[in-house]
T-cell receptor, first 112, second 115 residues
Framework: AAGVIQSPRHLIKEKRETATLKCYPI?????VYWYQQGPGQDPQFLIS???????DKGSIPDRFSAQQFSDYHSELNMSSLELGDSALYFC???????????FGNGTRLTVT | AQTVTQSQPEMSVQEAETVTLSCTYD???????LFWYKQPPSRQMILVIR??????QNATENRFSVNFQKAAKSFSLKISDSQLGDAAMYFC????????????FGTGTRLAVRP
């Protein structure tokens, strides 16, 4: 079965640079969630989209922005990167409400 | 705000034995979901089991079962016949039905399986 695809798997950036993370949900899934998991921490919710509209917002810095496109894939844009942004970024998708989230394998971002 | 608490940072179990991971949560809602996710060293997040708050019957998935005590706001995971592949970080998570499927995670319990 198709899974959630995230790219790239690994990304290394320098401070103050910009990064773009991509997420391709499972076909027919209309909802996408982004999570950030710092080293040794639990995943923290950043933002979600339902039918291409932002549906909820968590602890996402103003330096970050995201959107969901007409083909339902989503991109997380991160600017003015800081060392503390180094983390594993997960994307998850679901089909409408009250259905289980399916997670991608994550993008590991390292900021040097 | 909802909170999820896992009071056991680390647990250890002998292969083939049974282990129980604890989770408590706090919410004022009556309709919600609870989950256990497994995160092996590969860092992938894998859904182990899901429980709907309105269902009194405890969810079961093969060797994994839960003890859901709604009044006590407790949601423990029992792993029977532990296998080496069960070694992972286990996260308890909550989602509120009225606000989509956004998950609030606990801090996790690292499970080691001794051969």
């Amino acid at each position: 079965a198709a899974g959630v695809i995230q790219s790239p798997r690994h990304l290394i950036k320098e401070k103050r640079e910009t990064a773009t993370l991509k997420c391709y949900p499972i076909p027919r899934h209309d909802t996408v969630y982004w999570y950030q998991q710092g080293p040794g921490q639990d995943p923290q919710f950043l933002i979600s989209f339902y039918e291409k509209m932002q549906s909820d917002k968590g602890s996402i810095p103003d330096r970050f922005s995201a959107q969901q496109f007409s083909d339902y894939h989503s991109e997380l844009n991160m600017s003015s990167l800081e060392l503390g942004d180094s983390a594993l970024y997960f994307c998850a998708s679901s089909f409408s409400y009250n259905s289980p989230l399916h997670f991608g394998n994550g993008t590991r971002l390292t900021v040097t | 705000a909802q909170t999820v608490t896992q009071s056991q940072p680390e647990m250890s179990v002998q292969e083939a034995e049974t282990v129980t991971l604890s989770c408590t949560y706090d919410t004022s809602e009556s309709d919600y979901y609870l989950f256990w996710y497994k995160q092996p060293p590969s860092r992938q997040m894998i859904l182990v089991i899901r429980q709907e708050a309105y269902k009194q019957q405890n969810a079961t998935e093969n060797r994994f079962s839960v003890n859901f005590q709604k009044a006590a706001k407790s949601f423990s995971l029992k792993i029977s016949d532990s296998q080496l592949g069960d070694a992972a970080m286990y996260f308890c998570a909550y989602s509120q039905k009225s606000s989509g499927d956004k998950l609030t995670f606990g801090t996790g319990t690292r499970l080691a399986v001794r051969p």
